[in-house]
Every structure is written in structure tokens, then in C-alpha cells.
């Protein structure tokens, strides 16, 4: 356990997470923040939440395009992996104790299908200026809007390839569906004045996944077959 991470008694000490305990408030804003976004993707979005090792836990939301986010925080998570609705998880997290305990929701385990990426051994390829990004981002919601029916952006604009990153003889696209969870999800500073001058864009790769590490959280695209990751 996390040292300082008071868990309660009772029922309470037996299923939920536990959040901090340094800044902890900073921790609740950054997991309420991710939630509300998966939220705005999808109202009945489903949130995996999962145990890492040194005290931290992973939130998880397939976003709709696709592609999988996730954000990390210090915490606590009994048990070790665990599926909850969105709206149940913020209405915990807007109820956090002093303690840093919240009610996550009933579980719906059942409702998460698909894999989950490993937390290790991505071999990193190449880093992208977050400016690039962004005008990347910018450009793709405009042909969007241009191009968009009832059924959302036109498959062809997000299987588009947008940027080509390589290392040595390994050479990997990054769709544009990427580019629209990193803005969707919030990852991406909104503009360019908000944004370092050499901030970046991590690309990481598995056989299997596509990763994409940005300031506020990460996206994951499944280099294969994509409906694998679908909830």
C-alpha cells in the first residue's frame, strides 16, 4: 500500500480506490478531468480501472475511434482491476473523503471486451513536436466538419495517415483517428499559447500496439485488427 493511504473500515476497506496520498486533490481533478472527457465521447462510457505497480492505478475508456485512452494516477485500487460506469465513477470522485477513498460504482466488468495494452517493453520510435500535432488536429476537425454525416467523421479521413515516424528499418503511420482521441480526450493543450515551445509527442511501439504519449495522458491503437479493442 501506497504509504499515508488511509482505506477506511468495513465494506468500504474492501472494494474502491484510494487516491494520493501527496496532492491528492491535484489527482482527483486529473482523474475526474479524464472521466468527464469519456463522458462527452460517450454518456454511457464504461471506465477500466487498473493496478500498477509503485502505487499508482490506470484509467481506461475506448473512446470511439477505435483507439483506447488512458491516464495515470497515485493511488490505491481494491480490487486490482475493475470496470465501473463513468457517470458512477465522477459521482464518487466528486464525493472523495478526506482520506482520499472514493466509491467508484458498481462493477461492470462484463462490460469491458477487448485487450489491454501492457504497461511495459514499448520500444520507443520517434518524438513529434505537440505543435505538429495540434495543427494536425486542427486541420483533421475542419475536413470533419467539411465532410461528416449523422454517423461522425467519414472512415476514410480517420484511416487517414497524417504522420510517418521510424527508427532504423522500423517505419509506423499514426492515423488520424489517434490525433482526434489525443484532442478529444483532452491530452493536447488547446492551443499553441498554451503549449512549451519543445513540449512532445512520444510514439511507442508494440508487435500489437501503436502507442502515443502526450502531456496530459496516452492513446493506444491495436496494430492488427481494431475491433479487438472495442468495448
Same mark, same amino acid.
Given at each position: 500500500?501506497? !504509504?499515508?493511504?488511509?482505506?477506511?473500515? *468495513?465494506?468500504?476497506?474492501?472494494?474502491?480506490?484510494?487516491?494520493?496520498?501527496?496532492?491528492?486533490?491535484?489527482?482527483?481533478?486529473?482523474?475526474?478531468? /479524464?472521466?468527464? %472527457?469519456?463522458?462527452?465521447?460517450?454518456?454511457?462510457?464504461?471506465?477500466?480501472?487498473?493496478?500498477?505497480?509503485?502505487?499508482?492505478?490506470?484509467?481506461?475508456?475506448?473512446? *470511439?475511434?477505435?483507439?483506447?485512452?488512458?491516464?495515470?494516477?497515485?493511488? !490505491?485500487?481494491? +480490487?486490482?482491476?475493475?470496470?465501473?460506469?463513468?457517470?458512477?465513477? &465522477?459521482?464518487?470522485?466528486?464525493?472523495?473523503?478526506?482520506?482520499?477513498?472514493?466509491? +467508484?460504482?458498481?462493477?461492470?466488468?462484463?462490460?469491458?471486451?477487448?485487450?489491454?495494452?501492457?504497461?511495459?517493453? /514499448?520500444?520507443?520510435?520517434?518524438?513529434?513536436? &505537440?505543435?505538429?500535432?495540434?495543427?494536425? &488536429?486542427?486541420?483533421?476537425?475542419?475536413?470533419? !466538419?467539411?465532410?461528416?454525416?449523422? %454517423?461522425? =467523421?467519414?472512415?476514410?479521413? #480517420?484511416?487517414?495517415?497524417?504522420?510517418?515516424?521510424?527508427? *532504423?528499418?522500423?517505419?509506423?503511420?499514426?492515423?488520424? @483517428?489517434?490525433?482526434?482521441?489525443?484532442?478529444?480526450?483532452?491530452?493536447?493543450?488547446?492551443? =499553441?499559447?498554451?503549449?512549451?515551445?519543445?513540449?512532445?509527442?512520444?510514439?511507442?511501439?508494440?508487435?500489437?500496439?501503436?502507442?502515443?504519449?502526450? @502531456?496530459?495522458?496516452?492513446?493506444?491503437?491495436?496494430?492488427? %485488427? +481494431?475491433? #479487438?479493442?472495442?468495448?
Amino acid at each position: 500500500m501506497a !504509504k499515508g493511504i488511509k482505506e477506511g473500515t *468495513g465494506a468500504r476497506a474492501e472494494r474502491g480506490l484510494w487516491l494520493g496520498p501527496e496532492s491528492r486533490a491535484a489527482h482527483r481533478a486529473d482523474l475526474a478531468t /479524464f472521466v468527464d %472527457h469519456a463522458i462527452r465521447l460517450d454518456d454511457a462510457a464504461v471506465i477500466r480501472l487498473r493496478a500498477r505497480s509503485a502505487g499508482l492505478l490506470t484509467a481506461w475508456v475506448a473512446t *470511439g475511434f477505435d483507439v483506447l485512452a488512458s491516464r495515470v494516477v497515485v493511488g !490505491k485500487l481494491r +480490487p486490482g482491476d475493475l470496470s465501473v460506469g463513468a457517470n458512477e465513477l &465522477a459521482r464518487g470522485l466528486s464525493a472523495m473523503d478526506d482520506s482520499g477513498y472514493v466509491d +467508484p460504482g458498481f462493477s461492470i466488468d462484463s462490460a469491458w471486451r477487448g485487450a489491454l495494452p501492457p504497461e511495459s517493453g /514499448f520500444t520507443h520510435l520517434d518524438d513529434v513536436p &505537440a505543435r505538429v500535432m495540434l495543427d494536425l &488536429a486542427q486541420r483533421g476537425a475542419q475536413l470533419a !466538419k467539411e465532410h461528416s454525416s449523422s %454517423h461522425g =467523421p467519414p472512415v476514410s479521413l #480517420l484511416d487517414q495517415e497524417v504522420i510517418r515516424v521510424s527508427s *532504423g528499418d522500423v517505419s509506423v503511420g499514426l492515423p488520424m @483517428r489517434c490525433v482526434f482521441a489525443l484532442t478529444a480526450m483532452g491530452f493536447l493543450p488547446q492551443s =499553441p499559447e498554451t503549449m512549451d515551445a519543445d513540449e512532445i509527442i512520444r510514439v511507442r511501439i508494440l508487435p500489437a500496439w501503436l502507442r502515443v504519449d502526450a @502531456r496530459f495522458g496516452s492513446v493506444y491503437r491495436r496494430r492488427g %485488427h +481494431p475491433a #479487438l479493442v472495442l468495448r
